[in-house]
């Protein structure tokens, strides 16, 4: 059987899995990602990562034959290059991420978004295992997504497809005015639906100051504060209509929903999922709506797994 | 070179022409669809025009292979049935499309949803020509679209993908009311950016009673109408600012505007145009944004491009 090593590059930290064909995990390993270091601080590092796994998977007798990395930032995953990043990642934009790895390792490399590394862990082993199509939409510090087509996600012609978070959402208003959006723009579905905008409705709408950020709210709405149970319920159900609205337009086998809201609660779910539903074509009306299983893992099997099929 | 015929099937007309495999259209022919007549007379129908430009090729020695056809309704493209369709077409649902031509014609047949032929044409020979994905949308009577990736519309899972008239619209609400939607539904793109929807609109808020369709209300603006100008204005910026959100998650290559709207001229246009580039994410703020080229003939050539790519 095939091994490779499964690299999953976020902008705080860095996990790694040695997975094999049959998607079985033998080790994992996981380390800060040098985010103010600059990209060759950070090649270094997931190198030496990676060579730990190697010579750990050794010691059982198994071999790793390729690499297969999910990075945060917008990836060119056909040159293997950073296309850009965040400051969350100083110095990340412009990186030879799989020339790096492969000079570093001697092994073949290979590279996509980490977000479309965590769709393609969901549609081979976890919550969308076993089906054509699945959309993949995550709800957390940010909102993103993929739409993962016979095991390949759909990258976009610039490498920028699968920013589901930017496009507008009717409640991602205040006053009759457009919210402001982490791209620049306003009025978009990440401006109302992701975690920080529901610290940040209540806030503005005059909420307790002493709740500092969207835990805290989620606490104060289990203890009834009916402004907190507010926020998130129009967080919930502008997540659900954005969701509903793209199935409508893409007709996946599945929806995915992953994050931290995602795995927050049924106060969260409920509404997001009823609000998904009142938007669905007839013929749609019964698609399956499925919570992320893999956890933190799925974006190391994911980008395992182009490393399996690319190799 | 090979040939064959390709059909556009809409709830008025059916067009059909020969279409040779470099795009040449040899001869077009177009009959009424007998949409009060059920689907074995609008098979009958069909198959009459088919082998009529099947003679007509032969007269000139050029021999026709296969049938391509691009039906309205939700096309079950696999086996060749109409799995729903609207009352346009009565008894149109549940017809043995590809069976039915297959069985009057002696000629392989194949069968998409009309619109994804019309993009499938604008991509291979139109608006769209030599790139590798496009986002297709067309606003007239309603919204629809497709997402084109190498020569394949992404049809779904269930074969409704390319509803993109049916997602939320900030647009779509009249004094904080969701407007009503064709699918039943409501403040969905459609509610607010189709043909009909500017005259509804127009009237709901208290344009002319003289004018009785959107026709009469573009031509009410271009003499300066403030209200035409408005729900005009509105209109193609939900329809702009739709595209901008779907272009952000699938990074066409190019994005093509068809339908009446597109063709009405740079009142709808420039609207459009500005609303969906304030959309765009920064890496994608240079995408072509390209008006249909092939007029009525696009779903001739895309449904013939099928037949062609088949058999």
């Known amino acids: 059987m095939r091994y490779v090593v499964g690299v999953d590059l976020g902008g705080t930290k860095t996990a790694a899995g040695v997975v094999g064909e049959d998607g079985s995990v033998l080790i994992t390993e996981q380390i800060p990602t040098l985010n103010r270091d600059g990209g060759a601080a950070i090649l270094d590092a997931t190198a030496a990562l990676v060579r730990s796994l190697v010579q750990q998977a050794a010691a059982r007798g198994v071999v790793v034959d390729a690499v297969g990395i999910g990075s945060a930032g917008v990836i060119n995953a056909v040159e293997g290059t950073v296309i850009s990043a965040t400051d969350a990642i100083l110095g990340w934009t412009g990186t030879q991420l799989t020339a790096g790895l492969r000079q570093r390792l001697g092994l073949p490399a290979t590279a996509v978004n980490d977000v479309h590394a965590h769709a393609l862990g969901e549609a081979w082993l976890g919550a969308a295992a076993g089906t054509s199509t699945s959309l993949m939409m995550a709800f957390g510090t940010g909102v993103g997504g993929s739409f993962v087509v016979n095991g390949q996600p759909l990258l976009g012609h610039r ?49 307790s100051a002493g709740l500092t950020d969207t835990r805290a709210v989620f606490e104060a709405a289990r203890l009834g504060d009916e402004l907190a149970l507010a926020v998130i319920s129009r967080a919930a159900a502008a997540a659900g209509q954005a969701v509903g609205g793209l199935v409508n337009i893409l007709d996946p086998a599945v929806a995915v929903i992953s994050g931290g809201l995602a795995d927050s609660g049924e106060l969260w779910w409920d509404a997001m999922e009823r609000s998904l539903r009142a938007e669905l074509l007839a013929p749609l009306s019964n698609v399956s709506v499925v919570r992320a299983s893999l956890g933190a893992s799925a974006a190391i099997v994911g980008a395992a797994s182009l490393a399996l099929h690319q190799y």
């Open 159 to 207: 490498f920028v497809g699968g920013h589901v978070g930017h496009f507008a959402s009717p409640y991602a208003y205040h006053q009759a005015r457009p919210l402001p959006c982490s791209c620049g723009h306003a009025g978009h579905v990440e401006a109302i639906a992701s975690g920080p905008a529901i610290h940040s409705a209540y806030v503005r709408e005059g909420g």
